[in-house]
C-alpha cells in the first residue's frame, strides 16, 4: 500500500514536470470531480449510519424511566425502579444509585454538572440532587404529577409539564418557588427551550405548537403545523433555530423557529416518539434530529445545511425504549430498554457511528 | 345659535361628508372573503406524471380548506377532449405540460390562475420570446439569481389583490429561503403588475388581467387572468409568518407569499366589474352631475398664442358641464389649487416655467400636457426613454397620429370604447405618451408602441416616479395645444371619462 502510494506520487511528480503535466493534471482533477458526487449518493444509500454498537445490562433492577448525561461525558443517570442510579459514560460501569422512594419520571442535569432535577410521579415532587456525592438537596411540591421536566439555564427555570393538567408550572431552579401556572387548551407534550426566551410546547390534540415566553412566562403565539397529526415529539438546534417536530400521523416537520414557518416535511415512522437534536453524529453529517419511538424506531431527520433537511433513514431498535439520551462527547445514543420476559435488569444499546455489534445478543 | 352650535353644526356636516365619501376613497373593491366564495368549482390542470414532486395537492388541500370545489383534470385529458370542463376557475399548474396545453384556455370564459410560465405565450399572458417576454429562474442554470428571486417588491399597492394581501411598495419575502423555481412574465400595457423581481417590472412575478383588458398579444382577455410566480414543488414555501414573530408589522409585512396567493385566488373567482357601455349622453350626465359644485383650477399661459383658442374652449367645455372653472397663470402660486376639487394643467403651460408646482397637490390633478411625467412624478426623468411624444417636429422619430389604442375597456376611464384603435383627434396630431409605474391603470397607448402610454391614471395612494406616493388621483391626457377642437366624439368622451375618474375618488 505504502509502495503504491509512493509510486503514485512519484507519478504525479514526473507529471508535473514532463510536457504532459497539464494532460495528468485534467486526469486528476477528473477523477476527484467524478470521486465526489460517487461519495454523496452512496452515503445516502446506505440510509442511517447509526447502529447499535454494544448491548450492555444495565445492571440495575428495575425499569429504567428517565436519563440524562452530563455536558462533560463523564456520567450518565438513569432513573430506574425506584431509584436513581449513576454509570461512567465512559463504560457503562455503575457509579453509584440514589434510592428515591418513587419512580422518576424525568430528568434534568445542570450545566454546571453538580446538581440534577427528578420529577415523581407519586408524589408529585421535583427534587433537586447534588449529582457528588448523589442526595437529595431539596423537595418541591408541584400542583400536579409531572409527566416532563425541563430545565431552562439561561433563565433560570425548571418547567414542569403535566399529561393530565392543561397547564406548565414554572419553577425558580434554585429555589423551587413556584413562578408562573401558564394555561394552555390542552396537556402538554414534549417542550424544548431555545435559550433566548422561548419555550416549545407540543400540542398533540390541536396539532400545534405553543410558543411560552420564558420571560414573561405566558403564552407568546401559536405555531400551525400544517399536514402534521398529534405532534408530540420535538428537538431544536437552537443555532440553525430549526424545530423538528415528530408527528404521530408519520412526518417529521421543520419549522423555523424565527417566524414559526414550516419549512420541510419529511417521513416518519407512525406512533409516537420523542426527540432530540445532535451535532455531527456521524462521518459527513452536519446534523440530526433523532426521534425515539416507545417500541424501538429511531428516525433521523439528516442536516445538510441550515435551510437543507433529508430523510435520515430509520433503524428499527428491536427492543422497547424506556428512555434515552445523547452523549455529545462521544457521538452515542444511549437507549435504556426494560427488562424482558423474566429478566430484573433492563439492557443499554449504544447507538453511534461506529462498527455495529457482532452479536446482536447480550454482549455485557 | 350661538357659535359654539354652528361649529357643531359644521363639524356634524363633515362627518357626514367624509362617511358618504369614505367608500370611494377605495379605487378597488374589496375582494369577497372564502366564506362567500364557497362552493364554487375550481379545476386543477396538473401534469400527467404522478412521479414529478408537486405541491398540486397541497393547493387542493388548501383551495378545498377554504370551501371551494375541487377537480383535478391533467394535461392529456385536456389535450383529448373537445369540450373544456366548465368550472368557475381554471388553475393552472406549472407541471401541465404546455405544449398539451396549447391554446385551450386562452379562450376560457371563465377566470385562469396560472403558475405555468411556459404557457405564458398560449394564454396571451406575455409575448413569445423565452428570456425576454417570460422566464424561469430555477436553481441549476441561474443558482445566484434563484437566491434573488427570494425577494420581491410591492410593485402595485392600490389594486384589490394588494389591498388584500397587504402589499406594501417595498421588497417582501416570496418564498422561503431555499434557492427557487419561480417564473416571471412581461405582461403588455393591459396588463398589472402586482410584484416583480430584480427592480423591473418587465419580470413581473405576479400581473393579472381584467376582464376586458387588452393582452400582450393583443387579444381581449375573456375573463380574468393571474399569473403567478410559483412552480412545481413550492407552494409550501409560499412565506407566511406565525407565533410570536407575527406580533410584529415588520415581519407581517415581510412574509405575504402566501396571503398574496389567498388573495389572487379570491380576486379571480370575483365577479369582475360591470363592462362599461359607449353611451357618451350618459357620460354627460354622470360627468355633470360629479362636476355640479366644484371647483376646478385650470392652468395655463395665459394668452398663449397657438393653443389660446384651445383652453378657451376647454374651459368653456367644463364650465358647460357645471364646474366652478378658475384659470390661474402658469407663473401663478402653487397656492391658487387651495380649496380647488381639481386641479387641471394645460398643454400650453411651459414646462421650464410650472416648475415643480402641483406635483404634491392634496386634489386630484390632470396633466394634460405629457412632457410634465417626470416633474409630477407620473413617469421616470428619462425624457423620450420614460416620457416623449408623437408627431413634434424636430422632438420625435414618429409621425404624427390620431388614434389612441384602447388597452382598458373595462375601465371608466375607458369611455366604455371598445379596445383597439381609437380616432382621438380628426386629424394627425403631437400625441405625449409616458411610462408610469405599475400602480398606474392604463387606459391607452400609442398605436403599434405599446411601451408608450397615452392616458393613464394612478390612484390616490399609489405609488408613482420616484418614491411619490399620491395624495390623491392623478391622470395623464395627452391633449396638445390645439388639439380641443379637432376631437372626435370618442376624444371627448376620453377627456370627459378621465376627468370624472379623477374626481370621483377622494384624497388619500
Redesign the interface.
Known amino acids: 500500500m505504502k509502495r503504491e502510494h509512493i509510486t503514485l506520487r512519484r507519478r504525479i511528480r514526473v507529471a508535473r514536470r514532463s510536457p504532459t503535466a497539464g494532460r495528468w493534471r485534467a486526469i486528476l482533477a477528473i477523477a476527484i470531480i467524478t470521486a465526489v458526487p460517487a461519495i454523496g449518493p452512496r452515503a445516502r444509500a446506505d440510509g442511517l449510519p447509526l447502529r447499535i454498537e454494544r448491548r450492555l445490562s444495565i445492571g440495575v433492577a428495575g425499569r429504567p424511566t428517565a436519563l440524562a448525561i452530563a455536558a462533560d461525558g463523564g456520567r450518565a443517570y438513569l432513573g430506574v425502579g425506584d431509584s436513581l442510579a449513576a454509570f461512567s459514560a465512559r463504560d457503562a460501569s455503575p457509579a453509584g444509585i440514589l434510592a428515591l422512594g418513587a419512580a422518576v419520571v424525568d430528568l434534568q442535569i445542570a450545566a454546571d454538572g453538580r446538581h440534577a432535577y427528578a420529577a415523581l410521579d407519586a408524589p408529585a415532587r421535583v427534587l433537586r440532587i447534588g449529582l457528588a456525592p448523589l442526595r437529595v438537596l431539596a423537595t418541591w411540591r408541584l400542583p400536579a404529577a409531572a409527566s416532563s421536566l425541563l430545565l431552562d439555564p439561561d433563565e433560570g427555570l425548571l418547567f414542569a409539564a403535566s399529561a393530565a393538567a392543561p397547564r406548565i408550572e414554572a419553577l425558580d431552579a434554585a429555589t423551587g418557588r413556584l413562578r408562573a401556572s401558564i394555561r394552555l387548551q390542552d396537556p402538554p407534550g414534549q417542550m424544548v427551550a431555545n435559550g433566548y426566551g ?1 419555550l416549545f410546547v407540543a400540542q398533540a390534540a390541536q396539532d400545534r ?1 405553543d ?1 411560552i ?1 420564558t420571560r414573561r412566562l405566558r403564552l ?5 403545523l ?2 402534521c397529526g398529534r405532534p408530540d415529539g420535538l428537538a431544536l438546534d437552537p443555532v440553525g433555530r430549526r424545530l423538528f417536530v415528530h408527528c404521530a400521523s408519520g412526518a417529521v416537520l421543520v419549522v ?8 420541510e ?1 419529511l417521513p416518519a415512522a407512525a406512533g409516537a416518539a420523542h426527540g432530540l437534536f445532535v451535532h455531527t453524529p456521524a462521518p459527513g453529517w452536519k446534523g440530526a434530529a433523532l426521534f425515539v419511538g416507545p417500541a424501538g424506531t429511531l428516525d433521523a431527520v439528516r442536516m445538510l445545511a441550515f ?2 433537511y433529508v430523510d435520515g433513514g430509520r433503524r428499527e431498535l428491536h427492543v422497547p425504549v424506556g428512555a434515552f439520551a445523547y452523549d455529545a462527547r462521544r457521538h452515542r445514543l444511549w437507549i435504556a430498554a426494560p427488562p424482558q420476559g423474566a429478566a430484573t435488569t433492563g439492557h443499554w444499546l449504544w447507538v453511534g457511528a461506529g462498527p455495529a455489534a457482532d452479536d446482536p445478543g447480550e454482549t455485557p | 345659535m350661538n357659535r359654539r352650535e354652528r361649529l357643531m353644526n359644521r363639524l356634524a356636516v363633515t362627518m357626514l361628508i367624509l362617511a358618504i365619501a369614505a367608500p370611494a376613497a377605495f379605487a378597488a373593491a374589496p375582494l369577497p372573503s372564502w366564506h362567500e366564495l364557497a362552493g364554487r368549482r375550481v379545476l386543477l390542470v396538473t401534469g400527467s406524471d404522478a412521479s414529478v414532486p408537486s405541491d398540486d395537492a397541497l393547493v387542493r388541500a388548501y383551495l378545498e380548506a377554504r370551501g371551494v370545489r375541487v377537480a383535478t383534470t391533467t394535461d392529456a385529458a385536456i389535450a383529448a377532449t373537445q369540450a373544456l370542463p366548465s368550472a368557475d376557475l381554471v388553475v393552472i399548474s406549472s407541471t401541465a405540460d404546455p405544449a398539451r396545453l396549447g391554446r385551450r384556455f386562452a379562450a376560457a370564459k371563465v377566470p385562469v390562475f396560472t403558475w405555468n410560465t411556459m404557457d405564458y405565450p398560449h394564454l396571451g399572458l406575455t409575448g413569445p420570446r423565452l428570456h425576454h417576454d417570460y422566464d424561469v429562474v430555477e436553481p441549476t442554470q441561474h443558482f445566484a439569481e434563484s437566491f434573488a428571486v427570494l425577494y420581491g417588491y410591492g410593485a402595485n399597492v392600490t389594486s384589490s389583490i394588494s389591498r388584500a394581501a397587504g402589499l406594501k411598495p417595498q421588497l417582501f419575502g416570496t418564498l422561503y429561503l431555499e434557492p427557487a423555481t419561480v417564473g416571471w412574465g412581461r405582461p403588455g400595457p393591459g396588463g398589472r403588475v402586482l410584484v416583480d423581481f430584480n427592480g423591473t417590472p418587465d419580470e413581473a412575478g405576479v400581473f393579472t388581467y381584467e376582464r376586458g383588458a387588452t393582452l400582450a398579444d393583443g387579444r381581449v382577455a375573456p375573463a380574468r387572468r393571474v399569473a403567478f410566480y410559483l412552480s412545481d414543488a413550492n407552494f409550501h414555501l409560499l412565506t407566511a409568518v406565525h407565533g410570536p414573530a407575527a406580533r410584529d408589522p415588520n415581519l407581517r409585512d415581510w412574509y405575504r407569499g402566501l396571503a398574496l396567493f389567498d388573495a389572487s385566488i379570491r380576486w379571480a373567482l370575483a365577479p369582475p366589474p360591470p363592462r362599461p357601455i359607449w353611451d357618451p349622453r350618459a357620460l354627460r350626465r354622470r360627468f355633470a352631475a360629479a362636476a355640479r359644485g366644484k371647483k376646478l383650477l385650470f392652468v395655463e399661459r395665459i394668452d398663449a398664442g397657438e393653443g389660446r383658442e384651445a383652453d378657451r374652449l376647454i374651459v368653456a367645455h367644463l364650465r358647460a358641464v357645471g364646474f366652478d372653472v378658475v384659470v390661474a397663470d402658469q407663473m401663478d402660486p402653487e397656492s391658487r389649487a387651495k380649496g380647488m376639487d381639481l386641479v387641471m394643467i394645460s398643454s400650453t403651460c411651459s414646462k421650464y416655467k410650472l416648475a415643480n408646482k402641483y406635483a404634491d397637490v392634496p386634489v386630484p390633478v390632470v396633466s394634460l400636457e405629457g412632457l410634465m411625467a417626470d416633474s409630477l412624478h407620473l413617469a421616470g426623468r428619462d425624457r423620450y426613454v420614460d416620457y416623449g411624444e408623437h408627431g413634434e417636429e424636430k422632438e420625435s422619430g414618429d409621425p404624427p397620429t390620431r388614434y389612441v389604442d384602447i388597452v382598458a375597456s373595462w375601465n371608466e376611464m375607458a369611455a366604455g370604447l371598445p379596445p383597439g384603435p381609437v380616432a382621438f383627434t380628426v386629424h394627425p396630431s403631437v400625441l405625449k405618451w409616458a411610462r408610469p409605474l405599475p400602480d398606474a391603470v392604463v387606459i391607452a397607448t400609442l398605436p403599434g408602441s405599446p411601451d408608450e402610454r397615452a392616458i393613464f391614471g394612478y390612484p390616490a395612494g399609489s405609488t408613482m416616479a420616484d418614491g411619490f406616493v399620491a395624495p390623491a388621483r392623478r391622470v395623464l391626457l395627452p391633449l396638445d395645444n390645439p388639439s380641443f377642437e379637432d376631437m372626435t366624439p370618442q376624444g371627448k368622451a376620453l377627456f370627459d371619462a378621465a376627468t370624472l375618474w379623477a374626481i370621483s375618488g377622494t384624497r388619500r
Open positions: 422561548s405548537i410558543v415566553d407568546a403565539g401559536t405555531l400551525p400544517a399536514g423555523d423557529t424565527d417566524v414559526g414557518f414550516t419549512f416535511r435551510i437543507r
